[in-house]
Nanobody, 121 residues
Framework: QVQLVESGGGLVQPGGSLRLSCAAS????????MGWYRQAPGKQRELVAT???????NYLVSVTGRFTISRDNAKNTVYLQMNSLKPEDTAVYYC???????????????WGQGTQVTVSS
């Protein structure tokens, strides 16, 4: 069974920083693309950033230059460094991974449980 476990959310003042982590564990054969999504109250879930196994990244326009996604392939872990945080970044942040477990011939999307990020003075 595959699990994604997130950590690192919390309350931070505007202009502050937070670092989110998400580790994939279980019977994993290969991890393809990993990413972070967020969902604010009353809004749809949106893509924040993605990173391929080769390190190619993609960002939501509004976080470009402030957020950095990275990954440690040996640990099946993805990170999101968030700097210069704004109140509009407040949301539940979800980790996502497209991966193939050892029990399947197909790759599937897996989600973390979500971690709250609140930016407020």
């Amino acid at each position: 069974q595959v699990q994604l476990v997130e950590s690192g959310g919390g309350l931070v003042q505007p202009g502050g920083s937070l670092r989110l982590s998400c580790a994939a564990s279980g019977s994993i054969r290969v991890v393809n693309i990993m990413g972070w999504y967020r969902q604010a109250p009353g809004k749809q879930r949106e893509l924040v950033a993605t990173i391929t196994s080769g390190g190619t990244t993609n960002y939501l326009v509004s976080v470009t230059g402030r957020f950095t996604i990275s990954r440690d392939n040996a640990k099946n872990t993805v990170y999101l460094q968030m700097n210069s945080l704004k109140p509009e970044d407040t949301a539940v942040y979800y980790c996502n991974a497209n991966l193939q477990s050892r029990a399947s011939i197909w790759s599937s999307n897996y989600w973390g449980q979500g971690t709250q990020v609140t930016v407020s003075s």
